[in-house]
């Protein structure tokens, strides 16, 4: 999804680029960019020695999101990274941004969490010892065209109520094309200025689940559906028991007992070092929904 927005940006900006698919990569979502897709997998270090011959700069979007299989998340983001940050060293590049996600600040981690968190110690590490510059990006839920989340959302937002955990923490959701932006930017950080903790990428507005599905609902003109507050206990023991009886449920147990927790954000990095100035919330719904 970030990849194919960046891309788009990439081709307008007309810089030149390479695209890293890999052989059962969907090639037809980066037609028509410009840019020269090159096939490498990050989970074969040798595959990537010819994407990287001669690049610059590298950005780093690739990752396991959603895994069938748990350990895909230690073996594409941490050893992959591993794996780009070592071809990328050993092929002279001088800046390599990673896209991390504010997970990793949880204290309650899951695999995937645990994953990009290692992911970003890697980028400190290599970025200590080698002459590759890093730059670390933590976004939370990102919005866009084709997002997953907006797709549990908008299931969410068409039923008449939704039952939701008192208490529930805010999260600030953010336009894919400001991150797009904020990975060019990131780029351009001057050596002298390269911050050695991650850059948080908050959207403008903070809500509460129930606050954007309701939003959600608005930009596409439906009734926003009644807010039914329940205590977070009550809603994973109905979640877990709907599981168990094998139904699908757009919000599971894991994510309603990590829908309380709150994210710390520090907003300063970002605005000194990428001029960061996030769209607000319902430009990033209306681009994200309404097909434009
Ligand atoms: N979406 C969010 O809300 C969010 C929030 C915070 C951080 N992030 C981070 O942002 C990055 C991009 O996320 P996204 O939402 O754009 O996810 P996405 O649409 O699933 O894109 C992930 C890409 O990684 C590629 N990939 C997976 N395994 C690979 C491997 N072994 N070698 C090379 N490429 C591989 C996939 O390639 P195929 O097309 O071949 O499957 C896919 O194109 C991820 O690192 C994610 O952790 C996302």
Redesign the pocket.
């Known amino acids: ?5 960046l891309c788009r940006i990439l081709s307008k900006r007309k810089l030149r680029f390479r695209a ?3 052989p ?3 090639r037809s ?1 980066l037609e028509g960019f410009g840019g020269w897709l090159i096939e ?5 270090p040798e595959s990537l020695k010819q994407p990287l011959e001669g690049v610059r700069q590298v950005i ?7 895994a069938q299989d748990p350990s ?1 998340y230690s ?3 941490t050893q ?1 990274t591993e794996n780009l940050l070592r071809a990328a060293n050993d092929a002279g590049a001088e800046r390599l941004v ?6 990793v600040a949880k204290v309650d981690r899951d695999a ?1 969490a645990t994953s ?1 968190a290692a992911s970003e110690q890697e980028a400190w590490r290599v970025a200590r010892e080698g002459s590759l510059t890093c730059v670390v990006l ?7 065209p ?4 907006l797709r549990v959302l908008q299931r969410l937002a068409r039923l008449p109520a939704v039952p939701v955990p008192r208490g529930a923490a805010r999260r600030r ?2 336009w ?1 094309g400001d ?1 797009s932006h904020a990975l060019l930017q990131a780029l351009q950080i001057p050596q002298e200025a390269l911050p050695n903790t991650a850059i948080d990428l908050g959207g403008a507005e903070a809500l509460s689940l129930g606050e954007l599905i309701q939003a959600v609902a608005k930009c596409r003109q439906q009734r926003p559906p009644k807010l039914l507050h329940v205590t977070p206990r009550s809603l994973t023991a109905v979640a877990g028991l709907m599981e168990q009886l094998g139904f699908s449920l757009p919000v599971g147990r894991k994510v309603v007992s990590s829908l309380t927790e709150e994210i710390p954000y520090d907003p300063g990095p970002a605005s000194k070092l990428i001029n960061w100035e996030p769209t607000p919330l319902t430009s990033a719904l209306d681009l994200s929904l309404n097909d434009h």
Do not use: F
């Open positions: 999804m970030v990849g194919r927005h890293l698919v890999r059962t990569s969907d979502l490498g997998d990050l989970t074969r780093h979007l690739a990752g396991a999101v959603r895909l073996t594409v983001n992959g990673l896209l991390s996600s504010d997970t995937y990009k933590r976004a939370p839920m990102i919005l866009g084709g997002s997953r989340h959701p953010v894919v991150v």
